[in-house]
C-alpha cells in the first residue's frame, strides 16, 4: 500500500507541474525563477492535498466535490499568495492560480476519462 | 403586509394540494436495493449493474486483492482463495467487470467486520446457486401445478440453495405456495421447488416431497480447476493506518524543505 500511495503522490505531482507549466507558457510567462516558483508552489501544495484525498477515499471511501473543492480552493490560496509575493511575471495571482487549477483539474480529468 | 397574506394564502393552498395529492397516491412497495456508501459508485451508479450474488475468490497467487475503486491501484485487503463474499454491483470498464464486493472478517472474539472495495471478475467466480442451478436445468422444468398447496407444516419448512446442496438459505414458519414459480425432479425422483421471489428475494429450492427434512442427499456442485489458496504476505505497510502515516510524514518534510528552499531563492525580490 505505502509504495502505491507515493507513485500516486509522485504521478499526481509530475502531471501537475508539467500541466501547470505548459498553462504559464500559454499565459505568457517568461522568466525561468517564475517556473522554478511554480514548480515549487506544486511541490508544496500538491502531495499533502492528494494525500489528504487519497487516505479520506481508502478509510471512509469519502470523495467528491465536497472534498475536492475546499482542497483545490486551499491550494489556490496557497498558490496565489507565493505567486504575488515572490513572481515577476504573474501580474495578476489569483486569476493565475484559479486559472491554472482549473486547467489542470480539467486536464486531469480529461485523461482519467480516456484512460 | 397585503402580499404577505397572498403569498402565504397561495402556499397554503399548494400544501393541501400536495397533502390530497400524496394521501390519495397508491402505496408502491418495492424491494429495497441497499446501494453501497462507496464514492466511485455513487459517481458512476447509472453505469453499475445490480448483482447480489455470492462469489469465491479464486486469484491466481493463490489471494485476490482488493481494490479502492477500479481506477485506482491502491489495495484495501486480499483475501485468500475460497472465501466467499457478497457482490452487490458490477461496473464494465475497457472490457473489465469489477465487482463490488464485501468481505466478511472475522475477529479472535467471533465477531464479523467487512473489507468493501472493487475486485475484478476474473480474480474470483460466481457461487453456484439457485439461479444457476435454475439455468443449467431449465430445459428439464416444469410449470408447479399446485403439488404443495395442501401441505401442513409441522414445524418449519427449509429453503436450500439448489437441490443436493447441503446448504440451507432459509426457514419458514408457513409458506404461501403461489410463490414457487417451477418444479424440478431429481434423480431420486425427489420434487423441488422453485422460490424466487417470497418476503425478499430468494432464488433458491424447496424440497416439495420432503419440505421438513434436515438430512437430504448432498450432491454438491464443485467448480473444477481451483487455486488453491495461499495466504497473502502481509507488511506492516500495508496496514490502514501506517503506511499513510509514513507518507505524511515524508510530505511534510518535503513541504518544510520546499518551503525554506522558497525563501532561501526568492527572499531578495
Known sequence: MFLEIIQLLLLSLILTILIEVLFAICYGVRDKKDYLLICLGNVLTNPPVVLIHTWLLVTFSFGGLLIKLPLELLVIGIEALLYRKYAKQVFHPVLFSIMANVFSYFIGWVINWFL | ?269
Not at chain 2, 501506517?242 to 518544510?256: G, K
Open chain 2, 1 to 269: 403586509m397585503f402580499m404577505v397574506r397572498k403569498i402565504t394564502r397561495w402556499i397554503t393552498w399548494f400544501m393541501l394540494c400536495l397533502f390530497v395529492f400524496f394521501s390519495t397516491s397508491k402505496i408502491v412497495k418495492a424491494d429495497l436495493i441497499v446501494e453501497p456508501e462507496d464514492a466511485f459508485y455513487r459517481s458512476h451508479r447509472n453505469s453499475c449493474t445490480y448483482v447480489s450474488r455470492f462469489y469465491i475468490a479464486n486469484g491466481e497467487k493463490g489471494y485476490s486483492t482488493i481494490y479502492v475503486n477500479p481506477e485506482s491501484k491502491l489495495s484495501v485487503y486480499k483475501v485468500t482463495n475460497e472465501t466467499e463474499f457478497y457482490v452487490g454491483f458490477s461496473y464494465d470498464k475497457s472490457g473489465t467487470t469489477w465487482l463490488y464486493c464485501e468481505v466478511p472478517i472475522k475477529a479472535n472474539d467471533g465477531s464479523v467486520t467487512y473489507k468493501k472495495g472493487w475486485i475484478p471478475d476474473a480474480d474470483c467466480y460466481l457461487k453456484y446457486d439457485g439461479i444457476a442451478f435454475y439455468n443449467d436445468h431449465e430445459s428439464e422444468l416444469s410449470n408447479y401445478q399446485g403439488e404443495f398447496k395442501d401441505y401442513q407444516v409441522k414445524n418449519e419448512i427449509l429453503v436450500w440453495l439448489y437441490p443436493g446442496s447441503g446448504e440451507v438459505v432459509r426457514r419458514f414458519k408457513e409458506l404461501d405456495a403461489s410463490h414457487i414459480s417451477s418444479v424440478y425432479t431429481d434423480e431420486d425422483g425427489r420434487d423441488w421447488g422453485y422460490l424466487g421471489y417470497y418476503f425478499g428475494k430468494v432464488n433458491s429450492w424447496v424440497c416439495l416431497s420432503d419440505p421438513e427434512k434436515e438430512d437430504l442427499p448432498v450432491k454438491k456442485i464443485v467448480k473444477e480447476d481451483l487455486i488453491p489458496p495461499v495466504e497473502p504476505e502481509w507488511s506492516p505497510m500495508d496496514g490502514e493506518y501506517l503506511p499513510f502515516l509514513v507518507a505524511a510524514v515524508l510530505v511534510l518534510v518535503v513541504i518544510v524543505g520546499t518551503f525554506l528552499l522558497i525563501h532561501k531563492i526568492y527572499k531578495h525580490k
